[in-house]
């Protein structure tokens, strides 16, 4: 079992769902969690959910689908922090898992924002924090992982999302010659939340 002891990690999206499970198992795992999301009740929920098993999180108001929202966190972390560790961009959207021809204007609109804009958004501030941290001849470098989608006929628009932010950590990452870049960590085999229990359902699982 890994350990985050010591480290300054992000989760975006971790006012519930996958989210706030991966920001309680990493402070388990000694990690100061920043808990970034736009509900602010349901992450200071997490927040103090993370205290209580005795973990250390700091809530972080956060809007991906706002570029001012997004370097206004980004902001926080770097003057609290002044650096990251590891960040896993969670936070996204399902539309109710609907078929691209059942789709309105704004829910693709809202779709590319969250989920792909989003994630684009929160790796360009990562990166820039983190590339400073990583030594020439380090071991270790900082971890970069995102959220995914289960596979269903039902959920053709949000699939077409998940094959584009599957490559963003890999592309954004390949490193230059002289210059060592952070790690990116596939996405987690899709968990049982109520964000996706209607793909579950229509997979039979």
């Known amino acids: 079992m890994q350990s985050f002891d010591g480290k300054i990690v992000l989760v975006t999206g971790a006012s519930s769902g996958i989210g706030k499970a991966a920001a309680i198992m990493l402070a388990q795992r000694g990690a100061h969690v920043i808990a970034a999301a736009r509900r602010v009740a349901e992450s200071e929920a997490t927040v103090?959910?993370?205290?209580?098993v005795g973990g250390e999180a700091t809530f972080v108001a956060m809007d991906v689908?706002?570029?001012?929202?997004?370097?206004?966190?980004?902001?926080?972390?770097?003057?609290?922090?002044?650096?990251?560790?590891?960040a896993?961009?969670?936070?996204?959207?399902?539309?109710?898992?609907?078929?691209?021809?059942?789709?309105?204007?704004?829910?693709?609109?809202?779709?590319?924002?969250?989920?792909l804009y989003g994630h684009i958004q929160c790796m360009r501030h990562e990166l820039a924090i983190m590339q400073p941290q990583i030594a020439p001849n380090s071991a270790q470098a900082p971890m970069v992982a995102f959220a995914?989608?289960?596979?269903?006929?039902?959920?053709?628009?949000?699939?077409?999302?998940?094959?584009?932010?599957?490559?963003?950590?890999?592309?954004?990452?390949?490193?230059?010659?002289?210059?060592?870049?952070p790690t990116p960590i596939p996405p987690p085999a899709p968990l049982s939340t109520p964000a996706l229990a209607p793909a579950a359902m229509a997979a039979g699982s």
């Open 65 to 86: 689908s706002d570029g001012d929202s997004v370097a206004a966190g980004f902001d926080q972390i770097r003057s609290r922090f002044g650096r990251l560790d590891a």
């Open 148 to 181: 995914s989608a289960p596979r269903t006929p039902e959920n053709t628009a949000l699939q077409a999302w998940n094959n584009s932010v599957a490559m963003l950590p890999r592309a954004a990452t390949v490193p230059k010659p002289s210059k060592r870049c």
């Open 48 to 52: 103090e959910a993370i205290r209580q």
């Open 88 to 115: 896993y961009n969670n936070a996204g959207v399902t539309n109710d898992f609907k078929l691209l021809g059942d789709m309105t204007d704004e829910d693709v609109r809202s779709l590319l924002e969250i989920n």
